[in-house]
């Protein structure tokens, strides 16, 4: 089965697993890294955003993200776009999305989406 999720779907569920997961793949010996003058700028777009709006808006106006591995030897630092957020959310195991979708998710749903979307797989857990 194929899952097709539109640009604003992808987008939503990828903010939400932000939100709900950040901290949770950061314990798989990751941090998030990401342009501080993108940051910047991307804050000064919005009104009074909270942390992952500025990391959606940075995506929004064509950065990147990346994964840093910082225990490992940089072999699962990942990048992503935009464009990965719209093509990789549908990616999630059905179970997991389907979760996101019904608003019955947690931290494993979010970081289920988070490490489709960085890693196309699920690599840690």
Do not use: W
């Not at 009104?47 to 225990?71: H, N, R, S, Y």
């Not at 992503?80 to 931290?107: C, F, G, S, W, Y």
């Amino acid at each position: 089965m194929k899952i097709i999720l539109t640009p604003e779907e992808s987008e939503t569920y990828f903010y939400n697993a932000l939100c709900n997961g950040l901290g949770y793949v950061c314990g798989y010996g990751l941090d998030l890294d990401y342009s501080k003058q993108e940051y910047i700028q991307a804050k000064e777009k919005l009104e009074a955003p909270c942390f992952e709006d500025v990391l959606m808006q940075i995506l929004k106006d064509g950065g990147t993200l990346t994964m840093i591995d910082v225990e490992g030897e940089d072999e699962m630092t990942r990048d992503i776009t935009i464009k990965d957020v719209h093509e990789r959310v549908q990616n999630t195991p059905l179970h997991h999305l389907t979760d996101m979708i019904e608003e019955n998710d947690d931290a494993i749903t979010a970081d289920v989406i988070l490490q489709t979307v960085f890693y196309n797989e699920i690599v840690f857990g």
